[in-house]
């Protein structure tokens, strides 16, 4: 009898590769979100378009016996998005109310485990304002300080899923991603992240000049999604609870990034910093709990990874034209 699993967020970026993950491990995977996965990542068995912010259509998700759910459903972008401030209250209200719905259904339903994806962006901003060393141990994120609503709607959501674990025995796995990327995601539209939004402006650029945002001397990790998908089964797989970092320890500036990702498309650039939202100065992933844990560790640098976005991305706009 082949394990069973929800992956909420299917249509997602992170979700749709999960899913693929899953059926090459034999699950009965059913997948949910307000969207198909626009980039054709649906390897489903069964897909449910869906609002999980609605608690009818969370029930309806358990029409059968199911062993583990993957929450990755989020109202969620990048810095265009999170750190503008004019999508607070959604970012806040939408993916509480999602964590609320599952938490609540997974429990009626007797769900073996729930995995939740927490995101880096609730570590406290006091501890990431020097680029050059940041600390994102997994115990420093209190005293809480982060630096987005979308961050301390993550922290209240770990706090939940640890609460539903403690009061009602829910077996729950606990990640905090540290800026996933690679072929099959948001490239174009404001919501993409930084090494999607550097590959199209670096693939798009005709007079080599590159915009931004900031001075650009803000530093992060970045993991590719293989990897990531890794940890998650690892996890799931595991003992332990968490929450535990997922991500690289790598750490980049972005205009460095830019450098990068002009070096893999041989194109000379031009760097161009210009005013915009930025996030916190330095962010990088602190992998000693996870490799103590579960032995894991990135097994691929950086560029690899780049690499293969940057051919994807650069497909994606010769298609569009």
């Known amino acids: 009898m082949s394990k069973t699993a929800i992956v909420c967020g299917a249509g997602g970026f992170i979700g749709g590769h999960l899913v693929k993950r899953l059926k090459e491990e034999g699950y009965w995977v059913k997948g949910v979100d307000l969207k198909t996965n626009e980039y054709d990542n649906n390897h489903a068995d069964e897909f ?22 993957y929450q990755l459903a989020a109202d969620m972008g990048g810095a265009g998005y999170i750190f503008t401030g004019e999508h607070d209250a959604d970012v806040m209200h939408n993916s509480a109310t999602i964590n609320l719905n599952m938490a609540e259904v997974s429990r009626k339903n ?5 995995f939740y994806s927490s995101s880096a962006c609730m570590y406290p901003e006091y501890n990431q304002l020097d680029p050059d060393n940041p600390k994102c141990s997994e115990e420093s994120a209190y005293p809480a300080a982060p630096d987005s609503e979308y961050g301390w709607e993550k922290l209240f ?5 640890l609460a539903y674990s403690r009061n009602y025995k829910l077996e729950v796995r606990i990640a905090r991603f540290h800026n996933i990327f690679g072929p099959k995601g948001t490239w174009k539209g404001g919501k993409e992240k930084a090494p999607a939004a550097i590959c199209r402006k670096v693939a798009e650029s005709v007079n080599g000049d590159v915009e931004v945002w900031g001075d650009g001397k803000q530093t ?20 332990f609870t968490g929450p535990v970092n997922i991500g690289s320890e790598e750490m980049i500036t972005i205009n460095d990034l830019v450098k990068m990702v002009a070096k893999v498309a041989g194109k000379p650039i031009t760097i161009k910093n210009i005013p915009g939202p930025t996030g916190v100065r330095g962010r990088n992933s602190d ?10 560790a990135p097994s691929q640098p950086l560029v690899e990874g780049i690499t293969k976005t940057y051919e994807w991305i ?7 034209k």
């Open 48 to 69: 449910i378009i869906g609002d999980l912010r609605d608690p009818v259509v969370c029930s309806s998700l358990f029409d059968r016996n199911i062993d583990e759910v």
């Open 110 to 114: 007797n769900v073996k485990k729930i």
């Open 157 to 161: 959501s770990e706090r939940l899923y």
């Open 220 to 239: 992060r990790s970045f993991l590719y999604i293989d990897e990531c998908v890794d940890a998650i089964r690892r996890l799931v797989n595991s003992n």
């Open 287 to 296: 992998n000693t709990l996870i490799r103590e844990k579960l032995n894991w």
């Open 314 to 320: 650069s497909d994606q706009i010769k298609q569009d």
